[in-house]
């Protein structure tokens, strides 16, 4: 049985001081509405091996690289070095960042990812060791195969998918070059300003995290191109062809939706809501902007029976998302009241999908078409990069469906 030790706690302070103009960091108005809980992506790596090896190595040779280079890119990500002061800001008082040192025996990385499986994969991020109000945890974890596992712990409150890359390119870059290759920016409150949160948007009833499940399916590209096929209304049909997120979106929803309605008597009524990323649609968004950088639109209630054929119409309503909001006030207006009326409708949503009556069946679908495998510390690419949620009681992700698309060569959707 697999056994984890945590050898050492280090705190990893910024290697420079954060200048006083810097010291308070402002949440925008898609900040505020996030909950504090952190989104824990792992990544696993492969042993080292020549000519990545260097003559002196050791585990204490990794290890000296991961803290040099966290302290140098913690003086530009400064923010994650502080501590959330309240729901406006960050105080960026350069308390540090938690740095786990673990290791784990009688596991190779090949019997942990071959089978994958996400039970148990918890134990390779610093959740027991981060607090109330910390920003970032890291941990680092060496199987005796030589393999390591770097789990990052970073709050929601001030990044999501996109930024969370950010931050792992920014860092992996560091260790392996020495220097930053990348400077992010932290200016999403003077593009999307805060506001005072109505009581609308407090409290909503969550998913029993005890209810939570993690599962990992491949999709071959073939079973792809059938999906979508499936996907098109007809076969003269002049609309372009949907993505392969729309599809297998699609499927997936058709899939839950038709089990969730067997529960129903007469079935009811399914809806969905799709994270739709705001960079390239707001020119004032840098590729690097730090925060939550996307927004949630739901689509209407669709009316059962859903299964396998009404997939051409859940794309549709997929497109409409996106449609919804290029032609609105959030992109257009920056209009924080537009997005504020959209998280009403989604709360609201939520507490009829997991009120005691469970009348409304409500699912996620979210896209991580971002370079995650481009993270290389200086011991080449990841073996795989995987975010686990379904053991965290305050998992930031409600919903339990997501989908991923790996960012690699090979041909298929995870």
Known sequence: MAEMEIVSIEVIKPSKPTPPNLKTHQFSILDQYMTPAHVPVLFFYSPVSPPLLPANYN????????????????????????????????????DGVKFVHARVRHL?????????????????????????GEVLGVQVTFFECGGVAVGVYLSHKIADAQSICTFALGWASTAKFGSAVLQPRFHLASVFPPMKLPPSLEGYIEAPAENCVDRVFRFEASKIAELKAKAKAKANDEDEDPSKMMAVSAFLWSVFAAMGCGKIKGGRHCMLYMPVFLSGRVPD???????????????????????????????????DLVRKVDEGGIVKRRDGGELVKMMEVLIEASNKAYDSEGELGLYEASSWEFPFYDADFGWGRPAWVGIVNGAYPQCCNVHAYKIRRRNRRNNYVE
Not at 112 to 121: R, T
């Open 59 to 94: 585990i204490n040779h990794h290890l000296a690289i991961l803290k040099t280079s966290l302290s140098q890119t913690l003086t530009l990500f400064y923010p994650l070095a502080g501590r959330i002061k309240d729901e406006y800001h960050i105080d960026c008082n350069d």
């Open 108 to 132: 190779s990385l090949s019997q942990a990812l071959s089978p994958l499986k996400l039970e148990g994969m918890t134990q390779f991020f610093p959740r027991d060791q981060t607090e109330e």
């Open 285 to 319: 968004l840098h590729q690097h902007t730090m925060g939550n950088l996307a927004v949630t639109p739901l689509t209407p209630p669709m009316a059962p029976p859903i299964d396998l054929s009404a997939m051409p119409e859940l794309v549709e309503a997929l497109r």
